[in-house]
């Protein structure tokens, strides 16, 4: 009934629970890895579930250009149902239990009803050390991203874009897949062709309680979202003119200059500013739960989740810096070198 694809690159530390998860659940009847040349166990650990798992149809496909959108492009090839769902490796499935939901059939179903182009997902950070701790408690607010996909409690339809995909290969194909050179926002680009050809949203399913795990170092956090800086520009650019980016550029600088200066006009000392910061992000990261309690992984125990609570609240404020640094920077490299190609995935 459903295929999933994964892209992965050196998911040693990943690969096997989101295989074994969901291998559970009745609906999924195939699943495609595709490996874009990873240099750790990744394909031997596939090797290994592929042999205690006889009831599925699954297959390891090879990634030579590395970059998601082909590999992604690749798996439409090899597809034996219509309908395609699209997770990410580098994060936490539940698996199915009797006598509970089968998400991915619920999703097909919504899907089904005409109303909507695709089905994404809330994208719900999970932890295990402090930056990712803190990356989870900037995920909550709009500081880190003003999507619906990362707030959304109910189903929810959305113009904009949605964590990963859920649709069927042929609408896949009408709008000829994915732009591999927008890595890693290939998905925003495929989501507005979607929308664009389609006249319908996209619905954010939030019911699956799916956990991202963010990067665990500042230098591939930087990284990451230098590249989102890039790619968003020059996906902007492929739909607008380069013009239209340089205004929108220059009248972000212009509001972050006046922000800057009223900030240092009207704001209390410093170091004040930076507790109520923290407080405030402290406080969110205590209440979401109570709002959503599929907002995050628990970690460990009580005490130890709440020590990493704490801790992370006063070291987001300084980690918020780095993405939006890194991203404005990924910009910047657009617009000085128009012609340059998107950064690779690795």
């Known amino acids: ?19 074994e998860s969901i291998s559970t659940y009745p609906s999924i009847t195939q699943i495609l890895v595709v490996d874009g040349g990873s ?28 970059l ?3 590999a992604l492009n690749l798996c439409l090839d090899f597809v034996s149902n219509q309908f395609l769902v699209r997770l ?6 539940p698996p199915f239990r009797p006598g509970g939901i089968d998400y991915f059939r619920d999703v097909k179903s919504l899907y089904d009803t005409g109303a909507y182009c695709s089905v994404g997902y809330r994208q719900r950070f999970a932890y295990k050390s402090i930056l990712q701790c803190s990356l989870y408690i900037l995920s909550l607010t709009p500081f880190l991203s003003r999507s619906k996909y990362r ?18 290969v042929s609408r896949i ?4 897949g994915f732009k591999p050179s927008l890595t890693p926002n290939e998905d ?58 340089w205004c929108i550029s220059i009248f972000q600088f212009l509001v972050f200059c006046l922000s800057t200066v009223l900030w240092s006009i009207l704001s209390p000392p410093l170091f004040q500013a930076y507790l109520l910061l923290a407080l405030i992000l402290l406080s969110v990261a205590c209440f979401a739960p109570a709002i959503d309690r599929l907002s995050y992984v628990p970690s460990g125990s009580f005490i130890r989740r709440y020590t990493y609570l704490v801790v992370s609240s006063l070291v987001a404020p300084f980690v918020l810096i780095l993405p939006v640094i890194s991203f404005v ?14 950064p690779n995935l690795q």
């Open 88 to 93: 990410d490796a580098h994060s936490h499935v």
């Open 188 to 245: 925003y680009d495929f989501n507005q062709r979607l929308i664009a050809a389609t006249h319908l949203p996209l619905l954010i399913y939030p019911q699956l309680p799916l956990y991202y795990f963010p990067r665990s170092s500042l230098s591939s956090l930087f990284y990451q979202y230098f590249r989102y800086g890039y790619a968003r520009a020059l996906s902007f650019s492929s739909r607008s003119s380069v013009l239209s980016l």
């Open 1 to 19: 009934m459903i295929t999933i694809v994964l892209p992965v690159y050196n998911e040693e530390l990943f690969l096997a629970n989101v295989l």
């Open 329 to 342: 920077l990924g910009r910047l490299s657009f617009m000085f070198s128009p012609g340059a190609t998107s």
């Open 39 to 66: 240099t750790d166990s990744t394909c031997t650990i596939f090797q290994e579930f592929k042999k205690n798992c006889t009831h599925l149809d699954i297959a390891l496909l090879s990634n030579p250009d590395k």
């Open 151 to 168: 707030y959304a409690l109910t189903p929810t339809s959305t113009w904009d874009t949605a964590w990963l995909f859920s649709t069927s």
């Open 173 to 176: 194909r009408s709008i000829h």
């Open 68 to 70: 998601q959108g082909y």
